[in-house]
């Protein structure tokens, strides 16, 4: 009973949101098809501002990656990792994640068919996963969509927030979930 209650208002949810917003434009005097297409039109230019930002990242993502840097700073890192109980094999994903969201999820991805998704080091990754930033990934769109080029203590915060979560999800699960 409660699962097909939930199902329905999952159903209606977003439909419910775009009727009423409709209807609060219709109400304030909106010209709600004319407001619809500006909008579209604003997004396409934003698009267009941003696409130059996400092929370089993506482009050093890449190069990161096929130049063996990644493997080589993981191998480096591990003794700090080992300090904290992360995994080394969660290296990798630790030090994608704040670079790319499809770029970690394809390195969660490997871990979980690896390890398994109820294994120690999958329950790390996921929760990795969730609870960290894509900070390079923000700060190069975001930032270059509206044309700011000092980016002053967002980094350095952004990047000590991914590695909070780290921490956090390792001690979460040695604390609270480990066997």
Known sequence: MLINVVQFLSSITIPSIIVGICIFGYLR???????????????????????????AMFLGIG????????????????????????????????????????????????????????????????????????TFYVLTIYFGAVGIRRIRHTLWLGLAADLMAIIGSVILYHSLLAP
């Open 29 to 55: 005097g909106v010209k709600i098809y004319d407001a619809f297409i500006e909008g579209a039109r604003e997004g396409l230019m934003a698009a267009v501002r941003i696409l130059p930002f996400l092929i």
């Open 63 to 134: 190069v990161f990656r096929a130049s063996g840097a990644m493997d080589l700073l993981a191998r480096l890192l591990s003794p700090v990792a080992s300090l904290i109980r992360l995994p080394p094999e969660l290296l990798p994903l630790a030090l994608v994640r704040p670079l790319s969201a499809s770029g970690s999820l394809e390195v969660l991805t490997d871990i979980i068919k690896t390890h398994g998704p109820d294994s120690g080091i999958g329950t790390i990754a996921c929760m990795i996963q969730s609870g960290c930033e894509t």
